[in-house]
């Protein structure tokens, strides 16, 4: 069972900056690809960014590359997102999410590769 506990949204004036921190329970998340997501009320849940295992490898959906960037430290067990020059259509709650199976490449971008969840931490960007 892995937990994974996200933090860091808020409400924020577009071109404003945050990073948000996922925090996993267990040490064996070092050897698992992270994604994040998010999600407006009505909408599917969308990917953001994905990460590998390592942190060499990043994906970004094309409407926040040059603006977010996914990092990660192994040694305290937590990915983080930083959101920079924020939009008010980057708003809703944020996911991450932990590949626990080894997907790789566009799988990724699916919900379905993900094996466990955040509750979500909210972020608001007025404009």
């Known amino acids: 069972q892995v937990q994974l506990v996200e933090s860091g949204g808020g409400l924020v004036q577009a071109g404003g900056s945050l990073r948000l921190s996922c925090a996993a329970s267990?040490?064996?998340?070092?050897?698992?690809?992270m994604g994040w997501f998010r999600q407006v009320p009505g909408k599917e849940r969308e990917f953001v960014a994905s990460?590998?295992?390592?942190?060499?490898?990043?994906d970004y959906t094309d409407s926040v590359k040059g603006r977010f960037t996914s990092s990660r430290d192994n040694a305290k067990n937590t990915v983080y997102l930083q959101m920079n020059n924020l939009k008010p259509e980057d708003t809703g709650v944020y996911f991450c999410a932990a590949d626990t199976r080894g997907y790789s490449g566009s799988s990724r971008r699916q919900t379905f590769a993900y094996s466990y969840w955040g509750q979500g931490t909210r972020v608001t960007v007025s404009s």
């Open positions: 267990v040490r064996t998340y070092s050897s698992y690809a």
């Open positions: 990460i590998s295992w390592s942190g060499d490898d990043t």
